[in-house]
């Protein structure tokens, strides 16, 4: 079958084989033959090639809860669990995951894979760092329990790992209490990029908070954004405050012509947006479902972009130097007439210890462009500002990174390899990513 | 409501107990796999299920249904539901050449399901209520050459329905036969997909709504209805040349 991440860029043959549990995951894993290499792919949500390889071993059908402590707050369950049918259990019960990413669609397996984070980086940090414990299958077909007082090395190396130390079967989640399913939102208008900075430095201590931003605007407007602040609302304490409710979402049927996706258009969204947004009510009470994941309303928005899909961009830049560096980047993109439909401005907190984890203390932007073949000169001189600033590209949105960029940013990239060679010494877990960056052959 | 799952590690049988544990019922499961069905279990606890209890069972050793299910309706304080979901999709160049082999899937797929509706059977009437919900398929529509043991098992089965819809009338007690499509679980793994193959959360859902409306032939997606009507009216010297 043709495989492709959520980017739609690039495309790949591979055989897809999702095993309905545990013991047939092992049968595949351990009977595969040394050449041929493999990587877990959980809902497809990467955008790039992380998930691509010559065989793809889904986890779809490994998708069971396994034991819901509520006194302690932890879930323990299969990987293939979307992080959807987790709110729908524990927000009747008063409980919630502590860090979302901005679509509920994404499987446990693949939010632990690539460390995903969400609005609250600043102050809760990424997705693992609220696993307490996850099951591996190595490549022998053994499965190995991790965490941070067991196989420590092999857990650091697996959170945020992209699958290439094994394929996650099981893991256990620590939940965080709520007291309704209802997010207070606060929206601050700023005009230009340093503006939004003050903003963003002023409410720091606010739980979640992401901007959006205007990448068209030029000169004195560059920059101009709005920034989202959320709380959760204290409710009544009623039940119905913590119901759970399947939305229903508009599907776009069909992959949409990718000239209707041009400078004009986007141009004609973004301030038509930015417009509004400033003269709206400054204070909302939104649903968790439209304050967490608005584009969920649109399922398969990637088809927008056109039969030869997008790239999405996002790095992340350490905080002294990163009003200058986002500045520069949004300077060359609009000189290079490009522009990017949604772009997304947050501030991180401190990195922690995972070997290939992405957020690092600063500010990260994300960007997404329609592919074509002037993007990516572009987007390596983007690359070279991101170096310069002392930055690093996301690997779940990377599909075009080279290796030498990766291995200059990601500076415990020769630490990975050596726990690798332990688990995997054939490198039966690679991809096509992974192959690309100089982490497998 | 109560509800007893027969083939509960299947992948529909799995997606409906899920919903009908979110909706707080009580559950029985029957199926082959220990290990599977405790995994189900769990499972089902944990999206919200009041009760979730399990008996293994190889559906093939008939003279255990009896016992067996007398004791999980026991178990279960009553019945509300009985699903039936086990089935198995043989290879069809295997079984046309060994009797042997198309006896063992017609049992599976066919007797055993009969030996069950009709241990089943009195308890429903004797409470003068309760639906009794069992998944045919599409294949029982029409004899076609690539599966036509796996068909006539399951056409069976939905003749058997038939009769004993009418028969349970007067007892207040609803028979539906469900025909799934092509349905993209384990079972159907080593087929290539394509637009008209649908997930078993979709056949799941279908089952749910229509156990609560009470609707007799219900098809999986709806649109197979449509399609096994025109496989049904082609004559059959158009059909003997037919190759799907």
New interface residues.
């Given amino acids: 079958m043709e495989a492709m991440g959520w980017g739609r860029y690039p495309k790949a043959t591979a055989d897809l084989i999702e095993p309905a549990d545990a013991q047939s995951l092992q049968k595949i894993v351990a009977s595969q033959k040394k050449s041929a290499s493999c990587i877990s792919r959980g809902a497809g949500r990467s955008y790039g090639d992380s998930a691509l390889a010559g065989q793809l071993i889904g986890s779809r059908f490994l998708d069971s809860f396994l034991a819901l402590d509520e006194q302690q707050q932890t879930l323990r369950c299969g990987a293939g669990v979307k992080l959807g049918d987790i709110l729908k259990v524990c927000l009747p019960r008063g409980l919630f995951l502590p860090v979302l990413p901005g679509t509920k669609a994404v499987s446990v397996g693949g939010a632990i894979a690539a460390d995903v984070h969400g609005k609250n980086h600043h102050r809760d940090g990424s997705f693992c760092q609220h696993v307490i414990q996850i099951s591996l299958m190595l490549a022998s077909g053994e499965v190995v329990s991790c965490s941070a007082t067991q196989n420590q090395e092999l857990f650091r190396a697996s959170c945020g790992g992209m699958g290439l130390t094994g394929a996650i079967v099981e893991a256990t989640l620590r939940l965080a209490a709520v007291p309704s399913r209802y997010i207070d939102q606060r929206s601050l208008v700023a005009n230009n990029l340093q503006e939004c900075f003050a903003h963003i430095e002023d409410n720091a201590d606010s739980k979640y908070s992401v901007a959006w931003l205007d990448c068209l605007a030029t000169g004195d407007d560059m920059g101009r954004s709005v920034l989202y602040l959320g709380e959760y609302s204290k409710g009544k304490n009623r039940k119905s405050d913590r119901k759970y409710q399947d939305r229903s979402s508009i599907s776009v049927p069909f992959s949409t012509p990718s000239f209707l996706l041009n400078k004009s258009s986007m141009s004609l969204f973004n301030s038509t947006y930015f417009s509004l947004q400033k003269h709206k009510s400054r204070t909302s009470r939104l649903d968790y479902d439209n304050y967490f994941f608005p584009l969920d309303r649109l399922s398969n928005w990637n088809r927008l972009y056109g039969s030869k899909g997008f790239l999405q961009y996002q790095f992340v830049l350490p905080g002294e130097g990163a009003l200058e560096g986002i500045t520069t980047v949004l300077e060359k993109i609009s000189k290079q007439g490009k522009g990017s439909f949604l772009t997304v401005l947050k501030k991180f907190g401190e990195a922690n210890e995972n070997l290939l984890s992405f957020p690092r203390s600063g500010y990260t932007l994300t960007l997404d462009f329609k592919n074509e073949t002037s993007l990516f000169p572009l987007l390596d001189e983007l690359d070279r500002i991101v170096l310069d600033h002392d930055g690093r590209l996301y690997l779940a949105k990377d599909a075009r990174m080279s290796e030498a960029v990766f291995k200059a940013s990601y500076p415990n990239w020769e630490a990975f390899i050596t726990i690798k060679a332990k688990v995997d010494p054939h490198n039966r877990f690679a991809s096509l990513q992974s192959n690309r960056l100089g982490l497998t052959t | 409501m109560k509800v007893l799952i027969i083939g509960a590690t299947s992948?529909i049988a799995k997606a409906t107990a899920r919903i009908y544990a979110?909706q707080n019922c009580s559950l029985h499961l029957i199926a082959r796999n220990g290990?599977?069905l405790e995994?189900?279990r769990?499972?089902l606890l944990?999206?919200?299920a009041k009760t979730a209890n399990s008996s293994v069972l190889d559906l093939n050793k008939f003279a255990e249904h009896g016992k067996l299910l007398g004791a999980a309706i026991e178990e279960l304080g009553g019945v509300d539901i009985a699903l039936i979901c086990h089935g198995s999709l043989p290879d069809q160049e295997k079984v046309e050449i060994s009797f042997k082999q198309a006896q063992k899937e017609i049992n599976t797929n066919g007797l055993s399901v009969i030996s069950l509706l009709t241990e089943l059977a009195p308890t429903f009437i004797e409470q003068l209520g309760g639906t009794l919900a069992v998944i045919s398929s599409v294949a029982g529509d029409r004899g076609r050459q690539p599966n036509f043991v796996y068909g006539a098992a399951k056409s069976l089965v939905s003749t058997y329905l038939q009769g004993l819809r009418g028969k349970l009338l007067t007892h207040n007690v609803h028979v539906i036969d469900i025909r799934p499509g092509l349905v993209d679980s384990?079972m159907t793994?080593q087929f290539?997909k394509g637009p008209l193959w649908a997930s078993p959360e979709q056949v799941a859902q279908k089952i749910v709504k229509s156990i609560q409306r009470g609707s007799h032939t219900v098809y999986a997606p709806g649109y197979w209805r449509a399609i096994m009507f025109v496989v049904r009216i082609i004559p059959d010297f158009i059909f003997k040349r037919l190759k799907f």
């Fill in positions: 992948a979110q290990e599977q995994a189900l769990s499972d944990v999206r919200g384990p793994a290539p």
